[in-house]
């Protein structure tokens, strides 16, 4: 690896300033600084400060090893098998402080191990530089110097920031893919965050390389799946994973049933699912992951479930076996834990059940814990034109004449998973 002398911008002449970072990673900064460390803000809390926006939360990297860290700060754990960092608590704010990882040039300590050119394991501590140079893109690699308020850039990341480019560290591309396929869902969630353009040399290999992420830990997925579903991005991740080919690999089944004749879902349909997630996160209302989920797997399901019953099923039996088989075809992908998976198939078993609107049936209904997510479901499906208007309507309307509550809040009566409070203060 060649080493660059970094470009240094003093305080002057940027426009990171303290009053923005949180008290308390400022707080962890200065300690740091006291115990005789390097300490700097790095990663999204420097490049969203930069862009002048709010960062998700302040990650900091030193010189300290975690050991060091943890005698500087009581309120701190050491947690992470793949990487060892530390967490230091305020409250519900935790300020993550991870040791300069090495690049296995220099090492000071530490280990790394890899498989087939893929990180298993890293815990190699090193430079500065090498711990700017590995990771993943050229704006994620900035630091703020707490020693002196300078921004410190080795790899050209102011300039892609003013250009608005989101481009890999390093010289090739598909090899930094390579060494974690996550880069790649990455790329697509900043492209869409930020609105950066990827840069050619980066955005080529993602049509190639999507077959890689079947290296990666179907949990590691789920939750990058989550922060590219469910932080408000979803419909532009959506396309934008479909575009580069890499949704086939995460939702195969569901990709292949899209717009199919044989019962298919349109990609309509989960469209409007992610954009109405996205506008409630904008509206800061709850969303729930199962209903997303139990969205995105809908295409499948309601294939299997269509051909259960031309083969003579009876409708509920043929909903619980179209459930199991498509959860048990995405596991090995995207690991959805069970605390999805229940209420997923629940939205499910009910839709056919309300289709049946004779005698007391649509009163127990509504009494069913999981009506409500069942209902919005119901509502989507009818957007997409996938359901019937009319039995959507007569629901709405069978709710207010029974003390209903008003239509059009998906999935809001499911128990949400709520955003993680902003931990920056005003704007
Ligand atoms: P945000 O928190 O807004 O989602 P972020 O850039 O802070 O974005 P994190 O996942 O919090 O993303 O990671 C913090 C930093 O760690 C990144 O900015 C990047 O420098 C580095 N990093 C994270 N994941 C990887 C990865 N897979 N490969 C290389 N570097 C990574
Ligand atoms: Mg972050």
Same mark, same amino acid.
């Given at each position: 690896m060649?080493?660059?002398s970094?470009?240094i ?7 990171l ?5 949180s008290?308390?990673?400022l707080?962890?900064?200065?300690r740091l600084r ?9 990663g ?16 900091v990297?030193?010189d300290?090893t975690p050991e060091?860290?943890r005698r500087?700060f009581?309120? /701190? ?9 530390a967490?230091?608590?305020?409250g519900r704010?935790?300020?993550?402080v991870?040791?300069?990882r ?5 090492q000071?300590?530490?280990e790394?191990?890899?498989q ?9 501590y090193g ?5 700017a ?7 994620n ?7 002196d ?10 300039e892609d920031?003013r250009?608005g ?5 390093g ?12 880069r790649?869902l990455?790329?697509?969630?900043f492209? /869409?965050?930020l ?5 050619p ?10 077959h ?10 789920f ?9 408000g991005?979803?419909? /532009?991740a ?8 890499l949704?086939?690999?995460?939702f195969?089944?569901t ?19 992610l954009e109405?997630?996205?506008?409630r996160?904008?509206?800061d ?9 139990a ?9 299997r479930?269509?051909r ?12 619980l076996?179209?459930a ?20 997923m198939?629940?939205?499910?078993s ?8 004779e ?10 814990p999981r ?14 034109g ?12 069978f709710?207010?004449?029974n ?6 809040t998906?999935g ?16």
């Open positions: 060649t080493f660059h970094p470009l911008v003093p305080r002057s002449e940027h426009r300033s303290r009053a923005d970072i008290e308390n990673a707080k962890v900064l200065y006291e115990g005789g460390y390097e300490a700097y803000l790095v999204g809390g420097v490049r969203d400060l930069l862009l002048g926006r709010e960062p998700k939360d302040f990650d990297a030193t300290a060091q860290v500087v009581r309120n /701190c754990r050491l947690i992470g098998r793949r990487f060892r960092l967490h230091v608590y305020f704010e935790i300020v993550e991870a040791t300069f090495g690049s296995g040039h220099e000071v300590a530490g790394r191990r890899v087939n050119g893929l990180i298993v394991r890293d815990n190699l430079t500065r530089e090498e711990d140079l590995r990771r993943d893109f050229s704006v690699g900035l630091y703020y110097n707490i020693a308020f300078s921004v410190i850039d080795y790899a050209g990341g102011l920031l250009a480019r989101l481009r890999l560290i010289e090739d591309p598909e090899q930094r893919y390579r060494e974690d396929p996550v790649m990455r790329a697509v969630r492209a /869409c965050k609105g950066f353009d990827i840069d040399a980066c955005e080529r290999p993602l049509f190639e390389l999507g890689l992420l079947g290296d990666v830990p179907p949990a590691r997925l939750e990058e799946v989550l922060k590219l579903l469910q932080t991005l979803g419909l /532009c959506f396309e934008k994973l479909r575009h580069y080919r949704f086939a690999r995460l195969p089944a990709d292949e049933s899209f717009d199919r004749e044989d019962g298919g879902v349109s990609i309509t349909f989960v469209s409007r699912g109405n997630t996205d506008q996160i904008r509206e209302k709850p969303v729930a992951p199962a209903f997303l989920f969205a995105l797997l809908w295409a499948p399901v309601r294939r479930f269509a259960l019953l031309a083969r003579g099923m009876v409708a509920n039996e043929a909903m076996h179209a199991a088989d498509a959860l048990v075809r995405q596991r090995p992908l995207v690991a959805i834990p069970k605390r999805l998976t229940l209420p198939r629940e939205i499910w009910l839709q056919p059940r309300l289709e049946r609107r005698g007391k049936r649509p009163l127990r209904l509504l009494a069913h009506f409500r997510a069942a209902y919005d479901f119901l509502l989507l499906r009818a957007e997409a996938e359901a019937d208007a009319e039995l959507a309507d007569w629901w709405t309307r709710q207010a004449a003390g209903g509550v008003p239509a059009g998906t809001a009566k499911t128990r949400g998973r709520r955003r993680r409070p902003a931990t920056r203060k005003g704007k």
